[in-house]
């Protein structure tokens, strides 16, 4: 009855709690009341308060909020507090204790509290000193700082001030969150449970059970080596660190390990990370046994660990006598500390889990370095100096630094780690970084191995390359045999099911046909940093793409962009069309990446009105044009310059150092840029603009009451309605027009020293440019001239390129209704020649008509600029075609292909021909193989492996009669050779008199030809073929332009254009030809010629360059190697050049020289090994080395009577007077 009794109490009490509760709650917005609902929670029965505590806190309400700094003099810092609503802060400085430097006082007001019982928690910081207060009472409160820690706290403070961080959770939310953090260290069940908790509810992990038994029965024969073991940990010591490691990062794994096999079989485990027996963490490799023994028995942290085995394409890559070499080199090394934290901070805020930041990071640091400063040495202090370039400086002193220079501690931490970067205990990598340089020396990075910086990867990084196995038929038998779901992976160990979302099981390319190289091993890789995009999402709903390019994952650009970016002397600016932003196939997005100096601005078009205001940059109070001389304002002291975005960061990362003057100069119509943000403060009263901030502009601080210069109201279409300014016109007019003002001198100089021009539309401001001094618009309005001529003007000197971004049509009216455009002085134009890259894809009005891109490269080709900087993002832009004209076709038998509407029966005309039309399958009577270059293929050799399955013919499925073979459409052996030269005869009819002939060449040779092909690296490709009969229907000829790897051999070309296409080459003049069709040619009876509808994947070859080389020793070999790595170029070969003399000029050199080396910088690696085959059969000579787009070639042995030869040869140009030496040796041979 007692127990009883007490039961009845204790819900009686409850019910009463509650309802004083709600009564509490329905009158606490009205009136302050004395207590808040959450102050009563913890007098509550525990069944009922700690479920609303749990879901009101966690622990990650133990991390302060960062409020702001106070700072010096009349600056102040205003926020709301989880107590008190309205609270200021600011810092006075005082001299109490008589000290050198002094100290100061913080003033924090608090009011408005929102309950009687509640209070705030602050928490007060400088890179030297951390303390923290709460505050019960509404009044004015102080922070004592009695002496500051020397001149650089001094210092510090004045520059930025204390921080002030709020515990945004209270009193009773900071209790509760330190309530639950506390456990997660813990090995018990209770932390256990913890761990698991926090990790669902930060992150959205379910931990769902596995099926006992929680070990797999694992095979080690099915483990090779490269294979990844992932691993969880969920309780203890590590435990708790992996959590909050997984919660920052974003990782569902917070340790790794791989596998190797030695030469006897044996499995080994290395990993970063094992403790040895004096208790270090180390790099060690032990043999599977052991570790899994380890792991199943005497690891308390419950693991749970999934194997990842490396794809068989990828695993054919890897080189185990290299990672073996590596590991071995790597074996008894420290953990990398030095790096762990920084390899998830990429940039300056999105890194950072909500309320992390890296003002918390930076006083976190400062804590736990007066705490434990060896730890604080080993985890951030080398790696903080390493960024900044210094050495021997501590936490404070690094802060201090950083402020010296200008920039911002959040930056600091935002420089990447680089993979060579050698710490005082020796490289640095933690387990991820050391798999990852394991993998790289492994071979599976390939060409971009010297690029990447694994140190800069996380785990989730890693198991997101699409190096592991993504196909579960695959797997090992005895994976996850025991378990009802069936993962892409292998978990071997673990009561809790793991989980790796965006793990490349999600990349499989839908379109069978559409199988991309694996060389496309990241999502994204960053121009800049080039490292893996942490902003990747893996959606079901839409397909991953690079948050940098905006491209599909697959097809990313960043990684193909060179990096650095090319740092153009001529700044760029582009008008983008509303429209044109998000198109798939836009330019816009290459340039922004290739290069440094480039600004993008929006522009919609004019629906109703707009109004455009242009003022002078930098003008002040006075009219542009009055009698009244220009003027300086002179600042003659500057009590605070900040700089915020625009740090330099050199080769190594390291933040170099902020030059700038103390005393800043701001001139009438002059230009001024300074960063992002600029902030000054005058003490000698000349002019003030406290407190401006500045967004691309200077000059718009509303204090300096400058002017509007012109004002143009526009209606759409380009009409003006208005025009108002405040310029001095040579001709007085009752109404000033547009029109006065282009056509007066005196208003075009003052126009010509730059200006700010500021869109508003639907009254708000659409967007604001500064169009700085030397700026050019590109486009071909009637006031344009060609560059050519604008260089004889050596006045204007283009600093600026504007250009306008859209369709043609979308283009011209931006230009129409932006009438500021016609205020630059510069207006230029391309004329070139041929038809754009763009012609595959999007539609071109006309020849001539360019991309955005081109036109931006071949204008800054012209004005000066470095051409080898600015091909890249011309194959890059290319390679973006490609890709889209790939993608356009897809083929009924892809799995994910959508169902086609079918097409609509057009009426038949009696003019329209019914036998015209193709049958399905195309039957072609040409009697040669079908392929898809024929010039630059060889039939003779034969593949070794094919990157795509041979059933996929590039002529699309039951298309053609002809079976595909991986590399060629074979002709039918039924067909006629003889019949098809006849027929190839009697079209040519009588060979041309001269007469017709040079008439014929006269009419096609010139490049303003409008029947022409371009031939490119491709050659003579299968669908040029058809290109050129197309030609054939209207033209008698066709011009060909022929550049790039197919001119070393332009015989060839010949050959192949008139048995292929059955013409005949009347012309040729170094690279280019004019191909007629003859006399009798009839385009009604033209042969039939299926089309390729995409390009094939080239198959696998052998490889060209052998270890040794025929004949040569290996040490022979490598001496010959590196001697024509470091001997003189013979020829530096351009992209897309002609190369008609190279044979000659290499057949010349080795009649004295044994070795020579061809440059081919910015050719690109594919066209270089392409130069070495051709060169390897036409010269002949053996390429022995490929290396940074250098060829070496070797001439080969000679026997001896050519040595010999060759010897006397030599000695006949060295001296005359071994003449009859050489006549008498000749006599003896012959």
């Known amino acids: 009855m007692a ?379 080398e790696a903080l100096n390493k960024r900044l370039g210094t050495e021997g400086l501590d936490l404070s002193d690094v802060l201090v630094e950083v402020e010296k220079r200008g920039s911002s501690f959040d930056k600091l931490l935002a420089v990447p780690e680089q993979d060579d970067w050698i710490y005082s205990d020796g490289k640095s990598t933690s387990c991820i970084a050391f798999i990852l340089e394991l993998y790289k020396e492994a071979g599976l990075f390939g060409p971009l191995a010297n690029s990447i910086q694994v140190t800069e990867f996380t785990i989730k990084d890693a198991y997101m390359l699409n190096f592991f196995e993504n196909n579960a038929s ?98 760029v600016t582009i008008l983008q069309h509303s429209l044109e932003r998000k198109h798939a196939l836009n330019s816009t997005r290459i340039v922004r990446l290739g290069l440094k ?154 126009l010509a020293k730059g200006f700010v021009v500021t869109k508003f539309s639907e009254g708000k401001r659409e967007f604001e440019l500064e169009v700085p001094p030397g700026s050019a618009l590109l486009f071909p309005s009637e006031e344009s001239v060609k560059i050519n001529d604008l ?65 931006i490269v071949y204008t800054m080709k012209e004005i000066g600029e470095d051409p080898e900087g600015l091909d890249n993002m011309l194959n890059v832009f290319e390679s973006m075609v490609e890709d889209q004209r790939r993608y356009n076709y897809d083929p009924p038998f892809s799995p994910l292909s959508k169902p086609t509407k079918p097409p609509k029966e057009k009426k038949k005309t009696k003019k329209q021909d019914q036998s015209s039309e193709l049958k399905i399958p195309v039957i072609s009577d040409l009697p040669f193989d079908f392929r898809y270059s024929y010039s630059e293929t060889n039939p003779e050799i034969e593949p070794i492996g094919f990157r795509e399955p041979k059933r996929f013919s590039p002529f699309g499925p039951g298309r053609l009669d002809r079976k595909w073979t991986g590399t060629t459409a074979l002709a039918s052996p039924e067909i006629d050779q003889s019949q098809w030269e006849e027929e190839r005869a009697r079209v040519l009819g009588e060979p041309l008199t001269e007469e017709e002939v040079t008439e014929l060449v006269e009419r096609y040779r010139h490049s303003d030809c409008s029947r022409q092909i371009n031939l490119g690296k491709g050659g003579v490709t299968h669908n040029m073929i058809d290109d050129i009969h197309n030609h054939w229907k209207k033209a008698e000829a066709v011009r060909i332009k022929c550049l790039g790897v197919p001119t070393l051999d332009m015989d060839n070309i010949c050959f192949h254009l008139e048995d292929k296409s059955g013409g005949k080459i009347v012309y040729r003049h170094i690279n280019i030809l004019v191909l007629y069709r003859g006399r009798n040619y009839d385009p009604k009876n033209r042969p039939i010629i299926p089309l390729m509808l995409w390009k094939p994947y080239p198959p696998i070859y052998p490889r060209l360059v052998k270890n040794v080389a025929d004949g040569l020793t290996f040490e022979k070999t490598k001496e010959m190697r590196n001697r024509g790595l470091h001997s003189p170029a013979l020829m530096k070969l351009t992209r897309n050049g002609v190369y008609v003399n190279v044979v000659g000029r290499v057949r010349e050199e080795f009649e004295t020289e044994d070795i020579l080396r061809l440059d081919c910088t910015h050719v690109g690696m594919s066209d270089c090994k392409r130069i070495g085959v051709k060169l390897k059969d036409l010269v002949p000579c053996v390429p022995i080395l490929f290396k940074d787009e250098q060829i070496i070639l070797w001439r080969g042995k000679r026997n001896g009577e050519e040595e010999l030869f060759h010897s006397v040869n030599t000695l006949i140009r060295n001296n005359d007077h071994v003449t009859e030496t050489f006549s008498s040796t000749q006599q003896n041979l012959g």
Not at 358 to 378: C, D, G, K, L, R
Not at 526 to 549: A, D, N, Y
Not at 706 to 716: A, Q
């Open 474 to 571: 695959r797997l090992p038998t005895w994976c996850n045999d025991n378990d009802n779901v069936k993962l892409p992976y292998c978990q071997i160990l673990g009561k809790y099911r793991m989980e790796l979302p965006g793990q490349m099981m999600g990349h499989v390319v839908a379109r069978a046909q559409m199988i991309l190289s694996r060389s496309n091993f990241a999502d994204c890789i960053r121009c800049q940093v080039v490292r893996v995009s942490k902003t990747l999402t893996m959606g079901t709903k839409r397909r991953p793409t690079c948050p940098s390019c905006d491209k599909p994952s697959q097809l990313c650009l960043c990684k193909k962009m060179r990096s650095p970016c090319f740092d153009n002397q001529v700044s």
């Open 597 to 750: 100096n480039v600004g993008v601005t929006t522009v919609f078009d004019v629906h109703d009105e707009a109004e455009f205001v242009i003022r002078v940059i930098g003008s002040g109070c006075s009219k542009i044009g009055t009698n009244q001389s220009d003027f300086d304002y002179r600042l003659e002291t500057v009590a605070s310059l900040e700089l915020d975005d625009r740090f330099k960061l050199g080769i190594s990362g390291n933040v170099e150092n902020l030059e700038f003057e103390k005393h800043v100069v701001l001139v009438a119509h002059g230009s001024l840029k300074i960063a992002e943000s600029l902030k000054l403060s005058q003490h000698s009263g000349e002019m003030s603009c406290r407190d401006s901030r500045v967004t691309d502009k200077i000059g718009s601080c509303e204090e300096s009451r400058s002017e509007d210069l012109i004002r143009i109201c526009m209606k759409k279409q380009g009409v003006i309605s208005n025009v108002s300014h405040s310029l001095m016109l040579e001709t007085n007019v009752e109404v000033p027009s547009f029109d006065h003002i282009l056509a007066s001198p005196a208003a075009m100089d003052v």
């Open 791 to 855: 260089k004889e003007k050596e006045e204007l000197k283009v600093r600026n390129l504007i250009v306008l971004d859209g369709t043609w049509s979308k283009a011209r009216r931006i230009y129409l209704e932006n009438p500021w455009l016609k205020l630059l002085r510069c207006h230029v134009k391309l004329e070139m020649e041929g038809t754009s890259l763009y012609k595959e894809v999007r539609r071109q009005p006309r020849a001539g008509c360019l991309s955005t891109i081109e036109s």
């Open 3 to 381: 127990s009883s009794s007490s039961s009845s109490s204790s819900s009686l009490s409850s019910i009463l709690s509650i309802v004083v509760l709600i009564l509490i709650v329905s009158t606490a917005e009205s009136v302050k009341s004395p207590f808040h609902p959450r102050d009563l929670l913890p007098h509550l029965p525990r069944q009922v308060s700690w479920p609303i505590l749990n879901s009101l806190y966690g622990a990650a309400d133990l991390l302060p909020t960062f409020i702001g700094t106070a700072s010096s003099g009349n600056d102040s810092v205003d926020w709301k507090g989880a107590c008190f609503y309205e609270n200021t802060a600011w810092l006075e400085f005082h001299n109490k204790s008589g000290s050198e430097f002094g100290g100061g006082t913080l003033h924090i007001k608090a009011d408005k509290a929102h309950s009687w019982t509640c209070m705030d928690l602050y928490v007060f910081a400088t890179p030297y000193r951390v303390t923290w207060t709460w505050y019960f009472i509404s009044r004015q409160h102080t922070v004592e700082f009695p002496e500051w820690d020397g001149r650089a706290e001094y210092e510090y403070v004045k520059n930025k001030g204390v921080s002030i961080f709020l515990m945004h959770a209270g009193m009773l939310g900071t209790l509760q969150a330190l309530w639950d953090v506390f456990p997660l260290f813990t090995n018990t069940g209770w932390g256990e449970s913890s761990n698991l908790a926090f990790l669902e509810k930060h992150m959205g992990a379910n931990f769902e059970p596995r099926p006992e038994p929680w070990v797999t029965n694992v095979t080690t024969d099915q483990i090779q080596s490269g294979d990844l073991l992932a691993i969880s940990k969920i309780r203890g010591r590590w435990g708790g660190f992996e959590t909050l490691e997984k919660w920052v990062s974003g990782a569902y794994a917070g340790h790794s390990a791989v596998c190797l096999r030695d030469s006897e079989g044996k499995l080994w485990v290395g990993e970063s990370g094992n403790e040895n027996e004096k208790g270090e963490d180390v790099i060690a490799i032990l043999p599977w046994e052991e570790w899994w023994a380890f792991e199943q028995t005497k690891d308390d942290s419950n693991p749970q660990i999934a194997l990842l085995p490396l794809h068989p394409d990828v695993r054919a890559k890897f080189d185990v006598a290299a990672a073996w070499k590596y590991a071995r080199s790597m074996e008894g090394k420290p953990y990398g500390y030095h790096n762990l934290i920084f390899s998830w901070i990429d940039t300056v805020s999105e890194n950072y889990p909500p309320p992390l930041d890296a003002h918390i990071v930076a006083s976190f640091m400062t804590v736990w370095s007066q705490m434990q400063p060896e730890y604080a040495a080993n985890m951030w202090n």
